[in-house]
């Protein structure tokens, strides 16, 4: 099994990135996807879920009005556009395989640096 995270990178505040999880080994259709981040010194926090069928979408507050989660099941992959991004939005963002509420399975997360 593996999730594979890329996409991010070093971007002005205001400015945009798009994350991709490259996922393999299971069953990805089925699964709920699931975006976190963790900030320096801080608890990871969700920031969008997107269900197998892509017809139900969460984003945690911060993310509402900001970003928008995807997936491409013939591609096996789910990404996250990010727009407008903050200083905050500085992390590492990891996608996760779920079941049932469960996390099944973690990526190895890609780093998000925003300047201003």
């Known amino acids: 099994v593996q999730l594979q995270a890329s996409g991010g990178g070093l971007v002005q505040a205001g400015g945009s990135l798009r994350l991709s999880c490259a996922a393999s080994?299971?069953?990805?259709?089925?699964?709920?996807m699931t975006w976190f981040r963790q900030a320096p010194g801080k608890e990871r926090e969700f920031v969008a879920s997107?269900?197998?069928?892509?017809?139900?979408?969460s984003y945690s507050d911060s993310a509402k009005g900001r970003f928008t989660i995807s997936r491409d099941n013939a591609k096996n992959t789910v990404y996250l556009w990010m727009y407008s991004l903050k200083d905050e939005d500085t992390a590492v963002y990891l996608c996760?395989?779920?079941?049932?509420?469960?996390?099944?399975?973690w990526g190895q997360g890609t780093k998000v640096t925003v300047s201003s």
């Open positions: 996760a395989a779920q079941l049932l509420g469960t996390t099944k399975y």
């Open positions: 080994g299971f069953a990805f259709s089925t699964y709920t």
């Open positions: 997107i269900n197998w069928s892509g017809l139900s979408i």
